[in-house]
């Protein structure tokens, strides 16, 4: 069982930055690919960024050029800087962490930008 604490979101104007946190705990062995999914009111959840262990990247062409996934695999957290926010970026942000053993979820965190 992988544990998953979020941290770090909030309420910003537009054009504001947020960075958000993931700590990965428990049974952490084969990560594979840690990531950053959303969910605003209405819609259906959708993949922000992913990082593999090879720091190989992915995001959602909406947040290209603005947000940044990173990870630091001795600490077995995932980052997601946050800049450029637009009203249109306001959801419920879930970490992901997908392993060879287990698929986890975090209890999400919400971030509202405000026009």
């Known amino acids: 069982q992988v544990q998953l604490v979020e941290s770090g979101g909030g309420l910003v104007q537009a054009g504001g930055s947020l960075r958000l946190s993931c700590a990965a705990s428990g049974s952490i062995f084969g990560i594979l690919v840690m990531g950053w999914y959303r969910q605003a009111p209405g819609k259906q959840r959708e993949l922000v960024a992913s990082?593999?262990?090879?720091?190989?990247?992915n995001y959602a062409d909406s947040v290209k050029g603005r947000f940044t996934i990173s990870r630091d695999n001795a600490k077995n957290t995932v980052y997601l800087q946050m800049n450029s926010l637009k009203p249109e970026d306001t959801a419920v942000y879930y970490c992901?962490?997908?392993?060879?053993?287990?698929?986890?979820w975090g209890q999400g965190t919400q971030v509202t930008v405000s026009s």
């Open positions: 990082i593999t262990t090879g720091d190989s990247t």
């Open positions: 992901n962490v997908a392993s060879i053993m287990s698929n986890s």
